[in-house]
């Protein structure tokens, strides 16, 4: 039987494992939720790499010969999992590398050891790479205190973005929502009553009927010009505010809004776990590729702070790798961010990446060089395994 190498990504939204022959022939991968031990728990965090890991080699697991992990969070803490997860399911003395994982995705996008790697996902970071060693950083500090540019703070943007749309509405009187200057003065829109638990409540009023979340939008595309097409408001949303605001009313408010949306939409935001937000981050593109200025604007910032986060490690002459679900997919801020940094390339699988770097120990440089391309490309069926690559 050829060697088998087995490589983990593991972040804060999924964690991905892929195992390999040595020379680079695919033959199982894995899937699990995230495995941050910082944000997620400990145990929360090794039951998801024990998934992915069992998923990706099954009964292969005695025969692997390398091991890397590149795992997100306190280092002390990753290590940690490591051993917890690969202690009872490798062979004992199996030599297990433990990453950043920085270091997978920087080597998910070149074979060249040193150089930066900007990832935007729920979170946002950037990391000088030296030797396959995560060197210094910039960013990475969580969504409380940075995170720049991420989905998590697209997504916030798009909230916040939101419910000032619809107070400015409301101060107006508009009846679209059923708002009056009457429910104004009896129900402040800033401050939702907290229910017992802390977070705002806005239950339904009695005998006042909910607009449907569906007569919000979307727009047609005759809807809005002149002034308020370059403002964003009168879109043809219903409520003002672009494109933006009706798609983000749908998803927070799918039963419809009542007499007091403000309220409602802060209720809606607060009783979900804050990085929750970041799901509104494919929101904010569709609407930028749709015209909508407000997103538009969001989508530029965005770009520009990214780009000042890779700024701060990147050492000129390097490669340069973006990572992360926003910037790897296909969208507007990852098309900004390239237009910002044109000599930036896309980081494939980062699973893979890591897997590249266990082969690195086993093979010739020049083979490992060779082979970059077969560990790192983005597979077809991520989650089958397959035998066939296996004598």
């Known amino acids: 039987m050829r060697q088998l190498v087995l490589g983990v990504d593991a972040g804060g939204t999924a964690s991905r494992a892929a195992l390999f ?21 400990m145990d929360q ?5 024990t998934a992915a890991v069992q998923e990706a080699a099954a009964a292969f697991l005695p025969h692997v010969s390398a091991v890397v992990l590149g795992l997100a969070g306190n280092p002390g803490a990753c290590r940690e999992l490591a051993a917890r997860v690969l202690r009872p399911l490798l062979p004992q003395g199996l030599p297990v590398r433990v990453v950043g994982d920085t270091v997978t995705a920087f080597a998910a996008g070149t074979a060249a050891p040193s150089g930066t790697v900007l990832i935007s996902g729920t979170g946002a970071i950037a990391a000088k790479i ?4 995560q060197a210094a950083t910039a960013d990475g500090y969580g969504w409380l205190l940075g995170d720049e540019g991420s989905g998590f703070w697209l997504g916030h943007a798009a909230a916040r973005t939101t419910i000032h749309a619809l107070a400015t509405t409301a101060t107006r009187a508009t009846g679209t929502l059923g708002v009056t200057s009457a429910t104004l003065a ?7 009553t907290p229910s017992a638990s802390g977070t705002p409540s806005c239950p339904p009023t009695p005998g006042r009927p909910r607009t449907p979340a569906t007569a919000l939008g979307p727009p047609d595309a005759e809807a809005g010009s002149g ?9 043809g949303d219903g409520v003002g505010g672009g494109w933006l605001v009706a798609p983000v009313v749908r998803q927070l408010l799918p039963e419809g809004v009542g007499e007091d949306p403000v309220a409602q939409l802060a209720a809606a935001v607060h009783a979900r776990p804050p990085l929750a937000l970041a799901e509104l981050a494919p929101l904010v593109s569709r609407a930028a590729e749709a015209g909508d200025p407000v997103a538009q604007a969001l989508v530029t910032e965005a770009a520009a702070r990214l780009a000042s986060t890779a700024a701060q490690v990147h050492e000129p002459g390097l490669p340069i790798v973006l990572a992360g679900g926003v910037l790897t997919s296909e969208g507007p801020v990852g098309r900004a961010v390239h237009d910002l940094l044109p000599d930036a390339v896309t980081a494939g699988d980062a699973a893979g990446g ?10 010739p440089e ?12 983005h597979p077809d069926r991520p989650h089958r395994t397959s035998r066939a690559a296996l004598p």
Request: negative net charge; glycine residues 10%.
């Open 186 to 192: 009896t129900r402040p829109q800033s401050s939702p």
């Open 130 to 133: 030296t030797d396959h060693e």
């Open 354 to 363: 890591a897997a590249w770097l266990a082969a690195r120990e086993l093979l």
């Open 45 to 49: 965090a090794c039951a998801h790499v």
């Open 366 to 377: 020049a083979d490992a060089q060779a082979l970059h391309a077969a560990f790192t490309k």
């Open 227 to 235: 002034a308020e097409a370059r403002s964003g408001a009168g879109a």
């Open 21 to 41: 022959t040595v020379d680079g022939a695919p033959v199982g991968r894995g899937h699990a939720p995230g495995a941050n031990p910082v944000t997620l728990g």
